[in-house]
């Protein structure tokens, strides 16, 4: 309410200062270089309309008509005129002011309902984040109890239990992890959003970061009959890193590559200049390029990935981890032509 009476204050004083300005600038210019006072007016109707609307405007058009006539029209010093068209002047003044007052005031109002609709969508945001953090922590703590349940019933299964059963257990296990690493990513997500982690830098060698990734994805790519290929360069590719966070970045990518690819993803390391490289190549169906910039938003999956595992939190993670690294992640693709995801790093410490 006090802000709202302030605004009021600033709005209408704004009008009068405008108009007082004008006022000044008139006398001084008039007698001197012969200038025509109604511009001097109308730039004070305009920024009064400009800063408050509709009622400031009016309010500098009605003190500019009473102030013009005061100060320049015959009988000067009286609020009346005495030509027929000095009057005319004053009214066509007027007519105009209004005019610049009415459009000035919608571009205003169209101005601050702008702002509202972007401090209205940050504030979802910031509503959405908060949720997913309550709800990813207490998801937690009973996926934790199932899985710990789950496993000491696998642990200590009788002998002679039917096969069924057995897979069902294995089944809620293993579902258990997936939902697991699902909610461990949004906590990662959310606390990366909301700039809660903090790197823990140290020199590093960029090539290892990318074998450790690429190590982990192995069993899983060979398992489904894909081939990782490693092209790294002899001379280490050494940069200022957590590197456990960082390996999140290739780690990511290397897996949506084996998971979207056909046969073979080629993971590459390179020096350029003054930075290092990554690129993961796969021969997947490749990536449309109305979708290659939303494909890393969080939760955003491509038409062919929906009703796969997955959580389109993947690229969003590698992402946010990259960039605290003060690099940049960017995709580029045919469809049909597979994909290249590509990493670029400074060399220079950036953390
Ligand atoms: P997820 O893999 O869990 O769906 P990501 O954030 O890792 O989430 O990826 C988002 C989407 O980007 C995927 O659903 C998929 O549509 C698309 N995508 C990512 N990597 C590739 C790739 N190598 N080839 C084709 N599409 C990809």
Redesign the pocket.
Known sequence: MAGSAQLVVVRYGAALGGTLAAVLLALVLQPTLDVSPFPIFLAAVTFSAWVGGMGPGLLATIGSVAMLDFLFFAPTFTLTVHYASDAVNLVVFAAVALLISSANARLRTARVRAEQVVEAQRDLERQKDEFLANVSHDLRTPLTAIKHSVEAILANEPKGTPEPFHDLFVNISESADRMAALVDDLLELTRLRAGKVRLQAAPADLRDVVRRAAGAIEPLASARGKRLELELPTDPLILSADAPRLERAPL?LVD??Q???RGVVRVRAVADGAQLVVSVT?D????PASEQAL?FERF???D??RGRP???????IARAFVELHGGRVWVE?DPNAG?T?WIALPRESAV
């Open positions: 990511n949506n590559a998971k979207h690819g796969d997947g169906p490749g990536i494909i955003y999956r491509a062919g990935a997955g959580s389109g939190l993947g690229l969003p693709s994909s995801f």
